[in-house]
């Protein structure tokens, strides 16, 4: 465990909330006890940076901002002293069409649900199952566009996602692998949904932009998550936690695995039991 720590870094879905949640109160007080102790308290999720993640803090009920954002598994930073500081390149629309072109045999034979997210594009294909319901809790309108690659591709992106079974999941990033992977990655978010997006950005490159902007050193970093694109986040980290019930390749990355699930506040009870507590602070 990090003895002095400076900055904790969370994912959101299944690390902090559950999908769609309200962080909880007993994590909420202890995210303040840290941030009055000088510590800075950041999200690294896989969603692109937007008014809601810059104002999440007043839909959870919570006393001050976030100190940091990671958006994008790594590809979007803000912070609250430089505001947006730095974002990846966005997919070109020629670009987007040949991997579309190259997927649609399995798109079309499974109906798998896909999105793109990034330069304000909502296109989708076969808007159905956790699509649906990712619609229904971020409160946008997908642009439907199953069938026509044209319309799909008309704004550049960040990423795409596909949302599916576990077997056709493995199809698809086997195409990756086989096809894209001299310049894209595939990265599991979610049972059942695998990201396609640029090569070498990921959470861990993301934090360590957020921490050489800010002068501190990764290993005075604590980062919590459970899923594969945060593997790479716990691993720069100088203390990675993965949670409870989380993924078993994010428990083989991590240094420790919280006592409690995301349900349960494990992040909020491992910073008071590892850290608050030993120090005398809570």
């Known amino acids: 465990m990090i003895d002095n720590i400076r900055a904790v870094a ?12 309200d962080l909880l109160d007993y994590t909420k007080h202890i995210f303040h006890i840290l941030q009055e102790q000088g510590v800075q308290i950041g999200l690294a999720t896989g969603r692109e940076l937007n008014d809601r993640l810059y104002r999440q803090w007043e839909q959870w009920g919570m006393d001050r901002p976030f100190d940091f954002l990671i958006g994008m598994n790594g590809g979007m930073l803000w912070d609250k002293d430089h505001g947006n500081f730095w974002n990846m390149e966005l997919m070109k629309e020629d670009v987007m069409k040949e991997i579309l072109t190259d997927m649609m045999p399995i798109i079309t034979e499974h109906e798998v649900s896909v999105n793109v997210e990034g330069g304000e594009n909502h296109a989708a294909m076969y808007i159905k199952g956790e699509l649906f319901a990712s619609m229904m809790r971020r409160g946008w309108k997908f642009d439907d566009y199953t069938g026509d690659i044209d319309g799909f591709c008309q704004k550049p992106c960040y990423k795409f996602l596909f949302r599916t079974t576990p077997d056709v999941e493995q199809m698809i990033r086997q195409r990756i692998h086989e096809r894209w992977s001299e310049n894209f990655q595939a990265v599991g978010t979610f049972p059942g949904t695998v990201e396609m997006m ?12 957020y921490a050489a902007e800010n002068g501190i ?8 998550g459970d899923n594969e694109n945060d593997n790479s986040m716990l691993i720069r980290a100088g203390w990675g936690v993965c ?3 989380g993924a078993q ?3 083989d990355c ?4 919280t006592d409690r699930t ?6 909020g009870h491992y910073l008071e039991d590892k850290y608050l507590k030993p120090k005398g602070l809570i």
Do not use: W
């Open 243 to 245: 949670l409870l019930d």
């Open 262 to 267: 995301c349900a349960d506040e494990g992040v």
């Open 249 to 251: 390749g994010t428990k």
């Open 254 to 257: 991590a240094d420790d695995i």
């Open 10 to 21: 969370a994912d959101i879905d299944m690390t902090l909330t559950a999908k769609g949640g």
């Open 217 to 224: 050193d990764l290993k005075d970093i604590i980062a919590f």
């Open 198 to 209: 640029q090569k070498d950005i990921n959470k861990g490159s993301g934090l360590a932009r």
